[in-house]
Each structure stands twice: as C-alpha cells, then as structure tokens.
C-alpha cells in the first residue's frame, strides 16, 4: 500500500512539473513559445521537485529504521521471555515458578541482555520507550540473579517468593514488550 501511495505521488509530481513548465513558460512576459526558456522553467522546478522528494526519502528511511528497531526490541524481549519461562507459561504456584529456573540458559540469556544493552538509546522513540526498556534490562538482571542463586534458595526455602516476584517480573516483561510490538 505504501509503495503503491509513493508511486501515485511520483507521478502527480512529473505531471505537476511538466504543468507549471510548460505555463510559466507561456507567461505573459514572454509572448512567444521559447524552447530555451522552457528548458530552464522545467530544470528550475525540476530541482525543487528533487530536493523534496530527497528530504522525503530520508525522513521515510528514517521511519522504516525506526520502526524495525521497535520491532527488533519486541523481539529481543520475546526471546528474553522464552528464556525465563519457555512456552510463556509460569505457574501460578510460587515453588513451580521459581523451579522454572532450574532450565534457565545463562548463555543465550546473556546474548539478549547484551543486545538490549546495546540498543542506541538516542534513536529510540518515544522517550518513554527508553524507560521501558531499562526496566526490562532491570528485570533480566535480577532474573540473572536469581538463577545464580538458585541451589541457595533451594536449600533457604525461599523459592516460592522468588517464584512469584518471576511471576511478576514476566508479567511486567510481557507489558513492555506488547508496547514495542504495536
């Protein structure tokens, strides 16, 4: 569809140059049809005509890149959620939850993390958007955490609270990346 827009302004616009050339070298200052004269009027808004649609070019890469970067975002998230929970699924029973752990990648968990982290933050946009993913870096660094200290929560029988502040965490991790996949 946006190809299709792009193409019907690109014709409009030839159409709208070879018009106003051809009028404004009938204007009445020069009464009589002059090919030289012609030439230049078609040049002159010819040029015009480039540079705009050189400044449109740009702000439309622009906004592709902008865009796939969103979506690489969402992306990295999904990931990152997988990792946490394959299958997307968390118990409802804090020990299940905090068990879930125990599969827990370190490796491919990292991989994410870093991407996330080397995410340009001046090219995001919104600024809000920036905040969300600090918070989802926040979040898969206490994950991180907690995976690491798995056997001693284990042993401490504290693993249903962390189960269920995963079970948040995951939560929260969905919220954020529903907002870089719309």
């Known amino acids: 569809m946006g190809g299709l827009r792009v193409g019907a302004i690109g014709v409009v616009g030839v159409i709208a140059v070879v018009v106003v050339s051809l009028l404004a070298s009938r204007f009445p200052a020069t009464p009589t049809y002059n090919p030289e004269l012609a030439a230049a009027w078609v040049q002159a808004v010819g040029s015009i005509a480039a540079i705009g649609a050189g400044a449109w070019f740009i702000r439309y890469q622009n906004d592709l890149a902008r865009q796939r970067r969103r979506l690489a975002i969402g992306a990295m998230l999904e990931v990152a959620l ?101």
């Open 82 to 182: 997988d990792v946490i929970a394959p299958g997307g699924i968390i118990s409802e029973d804090g020990f299940s939850a905090g068990a879930s752990l125990a599969g827990f990648n370190p490796h491919r968990f990292d991989v994410i993390h870093r991407a996330l982290l080397a995410v340009p933050m001046h090219e995001v946009e919104p600024a809000s958007h920036i905040v969300l993913i600090e918070e989802a870096v926040e979040i898969l660094r206490r994950t991180a955490r907690r995976a690491e200290a798995l056997d001693r929560m284990v042993r401490e029988k504290s693993i249903t609270s962390v189960g269920n502040s995963l079970r948040a965490d995951c939560n929260r991790l969905r919220e954020i990346r529903a907002a870089f996949s719309g």
